[in-house]
């Protein structure tokens, strides 16, 4: 099996730290989770959704899996689970990105799954507007701190020293001009109805 770029990275920063005391546990965990947050990070956008569309897929089509993974997802890190599913096993091997992901933050993968569920058809829909700004409201989602002062002051997404501050911001809207333009020529209305599309996806998970 082929490892990835980021499986190697794990592997190359966290085994050194595995044999340090319990004291620095908690550097070690910060260091695992980087894996999630390199499968999402900005410039990994397109194929994170990708990945993520691919397992959605592989879910619909297994079910019992995808009652087994969400019900426990660490059972991705069980040999003896995995031995008796080896079509989860093939599909890991063949994402190995996703896979690092998966096995390194099980909980939180199987969040940004469901999650990826309640953007999927707005991002597969033909209506540019929609699909953007349902990827714009993915992005906050994992940018709570973005969101929040970008609420107060919309106007932030076009200064320089803010973006500066913010490159994953930057990055998002060099690769979504059609958000950047809209931020920049209608800051107030935009975040208003980027709020509004946030209520009404919150209210279609109740």
Do not use: C
Not at 41 to 64: G, I, Y
Not at 78 to 101: K, S, V
Not at 179 to 205: H, I, S, T, Y
């Amino acid at each position: 099996m082929n490892r990835s770029p980021i499986y190697a990275l794990l592997l190359a920063t966290a085994l050194p730290l595995a044999f340090t005391p319990l004291a620095r546990a908690q550097s070690v965990g910060q260091v695992l989770g980087r894996a999630l947050n390199q499968f999402l990070n900005p410039q990994n956008e397109a194929a994170s959704e990708e990945e993520l569309r691919s397992f959605s897929v592989f879910m619909r089509d297994h079910p019992e899996v995808a009652r087994d993974l969400r019900e426990r997802p660490e059972r991705v890190n069980d040999r003896w689970y995995l031995d008796r599913h080896p079509e989860l096993t093939d599909w890991l091997d063949r994402h190995t990105d996703a896979a690092g992901a998966f096995r390194n933050k099980p909980d939180e993968f199987m969040a940004e799954e469901r999650h990826f569920q309640y953007y999927s058809q707005d991002f597969e829909s033909h209506d540019n507007r929609r699909g953007e700004m349902a990827h714009f409201d993915w992005f906050l989602d994992s940018h709570p701190e973005i969101r929040s002062e970008l609420m107060r002051q919309p106007e932030l997404a076009s200064r320089d020293f803010y973006l500066d501050h913010h490159p994953e911001l930057r990055e998002f809207l060099q690769r979504h001009p059609m958000v950047r333009e809209q931020l920049r020529d209608n800051p107030q209305q935009f975040m208003d109805r980027e709020a509004r599309f946030a209520a009404n996806r919150d209210n279609g998970r109740e």
